[in-house]
């Protein structure tokens, strides 16, 4: 069995924060409830602390986002902030118009995650 140990033997804790500490993390922004948001529109917010752009499916209640990694596109999606759960969470705080790098088409939206 293999394990992450620091320099002194001691095991390595996991340090990735809990959704309700992202959570209050992000409190002390306004971040858009789920009830308001529109299938299909873009919203700008946080990602973790990284800003970016995603657009929400109403039916599976998730973000689709795109980004550029390696040279290619990857179309991925996150829960909203408020969802329980382990993972990232993307945090809205505003509706906006997509620009080309951060287009998610149709066929993305519904397939994505």
């Known amino acids: 069995?293999?394990?992450?140990?620091q320099g002194d033997e001691q095991p390595l804790r996991g340090s990735l924060p809990?959704?309700?500490a992202a959570r209050q993390t992000l409190s002390r922004i306004a971040?858009?409830?789920q009830e308001t948001l529109e299938h299909g529109?873009?919203?700008?917010g946080k990602l973790s602390d990284t800003p970016a752009t995603a657009r929400w499916h109403a039916g599976k209640r998730r973000f689709?986002?795109?980004?550029?990694?390696?040279?290619?596109?990857?179309?991925?999606?996150?829960?909203?902030?408020?969802?329980?759960g382990?993972?990232?969470?993307?945090?809205?705080m505003s509706k906006t118009d997509p620009?080309?790098?951060?287009?998610?088409?149709?066929?993305?939206?519904?397939?994505?995650?």
């Open 1 to 5: 069995m293999s394990r992450f140990v």
């Open 18 to 20: 809990s959704v309700p």
């Open 31 to 33: 971040v858009l409830p």
């Open 41 to 44: 529109a873009y919203y700008a």
């Open 64 to 84: 689709v986002l795109a980004e550029f990694a390696l040279g290619q596109q990857r179309v991925r999606s996150v829960a909203h902030v408020d969802e329980s």
């Open 86 to 92: 382990m993972g990232e969470r993307f945090a809205p």
């Open 99 to 113: 620009k080309s790098s951060y287009h998610v088409s149709d066929y993305a939206l519904e397939t994505a995650g």
